[in-house]
């Protein structure tokens, strides 16, 4: 049973080197179209995404997002914020990180997520308003070199149950 967006979550790894080479501006308009047509609770689209594609400005990301210093060497990366004010806004951010990386998979765009909330100095150095947080920064490359490799995940039976927790699925 062929399924290409199954395939896309089935093999997508987090990139962390990237190779020198530009992303064409409609893949990564692409990449944030499906970002924007993300699902969010009462459709309230609690975000707002910066692209950054200028050298010095990844170098700062860089700098910035401590789990993230890749980020200076990607072709570009987008800084995701949220309403503070939305109580989904975690969650639906979130879910468009996830529309990002596996739409940037699908185009053979690497990416991973960096940061992990309260990045208060992308917020100031990017002047994203006081109202929003910085849920994160995807950087964004073709990958260095090739990725293969088998993902590493407990057992399947381990994490998924049927009816209750502990049940098997059949």
Known sequence: MSNEVFEVARTAMAVREYADKPIPDDVLRR??????????AANRQPWHFVLVKDRDRL?????????????ANAAA??????????HSGV???????????????GKGVGSNWTGLMGIDAVR???????????????????PKRKIAGRKKRRPFNDVVSSERFGTPLA
């Open 31 to 40: 990449i944030l179209e499906s970002a924007h047509l993300t699902a969010s």
């Open 59 to 71: 170098r700062k990301l860089g700098e910035l997002v401590r789990t993230g210093p890749y980020t």
């Open 77 to 86: 990366a987008v800084i995701v914020a949220y309403e503070k004010a939305s």
């Open 91 to 105: 969650s639906d951010a979130s879910r468009a990180i996830q529309s990002m990386v596996v739409t940037a998979w």
């Open 124 to 142: 100031e150095e990017f002047g994203i308003p006081d109202s929003y947080d910085v849920l994160a920064v995807v950087p964004l490359g073709y």
